[in-house]
């Protein structure tokens, strides 16, 4: 693989970092941010910094004032449903807030996309969800951990594919998100719980099945298990 050029590297640091601590609240909202200091505080260029502060911007992060500077905007204006906005929030102190976030999201829309699947998804496409479930508990059984998520990252992309709404489709990145997420910050069961898996297979027995209000009922059961798996594995402090 290419290595990229350093001016990638250090916009890609410099973007990392500011991002990180604006979505972790270094930055409180209205601070505003001047191009010299962070020439001085992250060793690059003005002309990095620059960029660095447009492709926030884009993202609704921060906000440039004629003769002020670059002041950073409340969490209300930011793009949340941006994947790196995502990234760098899971990176955050506020890790637990946007797995919240994400899991109340996923409550909401993956059962839906379940039913949905279950009666617009090709016997083709259903098989092959059958097929992934029997992977996920290939994988738990194995202990292979990056088979796991893998298998169960691409278990849900395709529910939301197979639901035929393509709203639910684009959200594939965000459920995508929220997995590596709990992975990654240990919010999970060191060993996958064999309810889990029984559900993930409830939910492509009853979509290859054609019945959808089981496919409903089991993705809403699994969308639980994952917001009380979280619950136990840092429960909230008094």
Same mark, same amino acid.
């Given at each position: 693989?290419?290595?990229p050029?350093?001016?990638?590297r250090?916009?890609?640091?410099?973007?990392?970092?500011?991002?990180?601590?604006?979505? %972790? %609240?270094?930055?409180?909202?209205?601070? /505003?941010?001047?191009?010299?200091?962070?020439?001085?505080?992250?060793?690059?260029?003005?002309? /990095? /910094?620059?960029?660095?502060?447009r492709?926030?911007?884009?993202?609704?992060l /921060?906000?440039?004032?004629?003769?002020v500077?670059t002041?950073?905007?409340?969490?209300?204006?930011?793009?949340?449903f941006?994947?790196?906005?995502?990234?760098?929030?899971?990176?955050?102190?506020?890790?637990?807030v946007?797995?919240?976030?994400?899991?109340?999201?996923?409550a909401?829309?993956e059962?839906?996309?379940?039913?949905?699947?279950?009666?617009?998804?090709?016997?083709?496409?259903?098989a092959?969800l059958?097929?992934?479930?029997?992977?996920?508990?290939?994988?738990?059984e194995s %202990?292979d951990e990056a %088979?796991f998520?893998a298998a169960?990252?691409?278990?849900?992309?395709?529910?939301?594919?197979?639901?035929g709404?393509?709203m639910?489709?684009?959200?594939?990145?965000?459920v995508?998100?929220s997995?590596?997420?709990?992975?990654?910050?240990h919010?999970?069961?060191?060993?996958?719980?064999?309810?889990?898996l029984?559900?993930?297979?409830?939910v492509?027995?009853?979509?290859q099945?054609r019945?959808?209000?089981?496919?409903?009922?089991?993705?809403?059961?699994l969308m639980?298990?994952?917001?009380?798996?979280?619950?136990?594995?840092?429960?909230?402090?008094?």
């Amino acid at each position: 693989m290419d290595t990229p050029p350093a001016a990638s590297r250090l916009h890609a640091r410099v973007l990392d970092e500011l991002g990180v601590a604006i979505c %972790g %609240g270094k930055f409180a909202p209205g601070t /505003v941010l001047y191009i010299d200091e962070l020439v001085e505080r992250c060793a690059v260029s003005r002309s /990095v /910094v620059r960029e660095v502060l447009r492709v926030l911007a884009s993202m609704g992060l /921060v906000e440039a004032r004629r003769r002020v500077g670059t002041r950073i905007r409340p969490a209300a204006d930011w793009n949340v449903f941006d994947p790196q906005v995502i990234r760098w929030r899971l990176a955050s102190a506020e890790r637990l807030v946007q797995l919240r976030s994400l899991t109340e999201l996923r409550a909401a829309v993956e059962p839906q996309a379940a039913l949905l699947a279950a009666r617009r998804a090709s016997s083709a496409e259903a098989a092959e969800l059958v097929a992934l479930a029997a992977k996920l508990w290939a994988a738990a059984e194995s %202990g292979d951990e990056a %088979g796991f998520l893998a298998a169960d990252i691409e278990f849900h992309r395709r529910v939301l594919l197979h639901s035929g709404n393509e709203m639910f489709a684009g959200l594939h990145e965000l459920v995508a998100a929220s997995l590596v997420g709990r992975h990654h910050h240990h919010l999970m069961p060191q060993h996958p719980d064999q309810r889990a898996l029984t559900l993930h297979a409830d939910v492509a027995q009853a979509i290859q099945r054609r019945d959808g209000e089981r496919a409903r009922t089991a993705m809403t059961d699994l969308m639980q298990q994952i917001h009380d798996e979280m619950k136990d594995a840092h429960p909230p402090t008094a």
